[in-house]
């Protein structure tokens, strides 16, 4: 049976799609899914370094392109989990070099040998978005509960529309104190505005900047509410749909929530 | 589509939260986004709503609300006005009867 081909997209930098990305693999191939992850940023590759992999680099996406490698050549084995591959991008090219129709040839092969390809999409719509959405089954759309990356995200939501993919939305760094007194959106407010069906909810967290300076995967950490939010999320991807949703502000206590209703209301008098 | 529930949102949530500014913006940034349009657009729409809903009723312009409300594939746009009384049926339809 052939893989899914899933690509994490945003439109805006800087929300995440990298760590969404590496840790939804990791979580996968930790459930015993043949997983690979590919980093679609020519130019400005990250994934490796996020996942502790930059060391050990020696083919990368655009030499399988250009067929100056084999796809397992280039594949990195993840050095603590099974089943977790890297295929990194090349430095010193740009976005360019790869054409949609090399990004089907390399996706056919990809579904043959792993589960799930996860491509991690460059930020923008341009020639970088147009490679990672061009074969891709699925998409995962990420954004954080503010005014710039939803606005992005729904024009990327958009284009996918476009392309008969239907995405799925992950709202990254929510901080749950904001939400609650009314300073940050909720996601039921993000989504009432995008319209699009929810996939998961992450908690800003520290252990995850964390994780990512010792390039440590975070959903191996079973007290990080992140990791453990991603570990959800890929259960969801993978034969659970329809896991329930926590809500980052249902972890707060009730007494703690009456308590900011209450001071509002003083306040407001 | 006109509603008649302002008073009462009003009364169960403060509008005045940045979130409820931020979704605000953001529900009209797409809009224009998708149909590349200028804001004052609606603004002149939300004027000739108000001005042919005033001909039938009296209503409370301070809590009047335009807002967007969007579905799969459509936006809806929706005018929001708590009505007053309606106006007579025999007074003059385009000058305010009791002015």
């Known amino acids: ?269 | 589509m006109i509603m008649f529930n302002t008073l009462l949102k009003k009364l169960m949530h403060r509008a005045d939260d940045s979130k409820d500014v931020a979704k605000k913006r953001l529900k009209f940034a797409l809009v224009y986004d998708k149909l590349e349009i200028k804001d004052d657009m609606l603004e002149d729409l939300q004027k000739d709503l108000i001005e042919v809903i005033s001909r039938y009723f009296e209503i409370d312009r301070s809590q009047l609300l335009l807002d967007i409300e969007r579905g799969e594939g459509s936006s809806a746009l929706i005018l929001n006005t708590p009505i007053l009384s309606a106006r007579h049926k025999n007074a003059p339809q385009r000058v305010p009867a009791n002015r």
């Open chain 1, 1 to 269: 049976m052939d893989g899914k081909i899933i690509v994490v997209t945003s439109g805006k930098g800087g929300v995440g799609k990298t760590t969404v990305t590496a840790s939804i693999g990791a979580a996968l191939a930790l459930q015993g899914k043949r997983v690979a992850v590919i980093d679609m940023d020519i130019g400005l590759r990250n994934l490796d370094v996020v996942m502790g992999l930059e060391n050990r680099i020696v083919f990368n996406v655009v030499d399988v392109i250009q067929g100056r490698c084999k796809l397992k050549q280039a594949m990195i084995k993840d050095r603590r989990i099974d089943n977790l591959f890297l295929l990194p991008a090349s430095q010193s090219d740009d976005k360019n070099v790869i054409k949609p129709e090399n990004m089907t040839w390399l996706c056919n092969k990809l579904r043959k040998e792993f589960d799930f390809t996860f491509l991690d999409c460059p930020a923008g719509i341009e020639q970088g978005f147009k490679n990672a959405i061009e074969a891709a089954d699925e998409a995962v759309v990420v954004c954080m509960p503010e005014v710039s990356s939803i606005r992005d995200a729904d024009r990327v939501i958009g284009l996918l529309y476009s392309r008969s993919i239907t995405p799925k939305l992950i709202v990254n760094r929510i901080i749950p104190k904001m939400v609650a007194r009314g300073d940050m959106l909720s996601h039921k407010d993000v989504v009432e505005v995008l319209s699009i069906d929810l996939l998961g909810l992450v908690e800003m967290d520290e252990a995850v900047v964390i994780s990512s300076n010792t390039g440590t995967p975070i959903v191996m950490q079973k007290e990080s509410k992140a990791g453990m939010a991603f570990n959800r999320i890929a259960m969801r991807l993978d034969g659970h749909p329809d896991l329930p949703i926590e809500d980052p502000l249902a972890q707060k206590s009730i007494w703690k929530k009456l308590g900011i209703k209450m001071g509002r209301k003083k306040g407001a008098a």
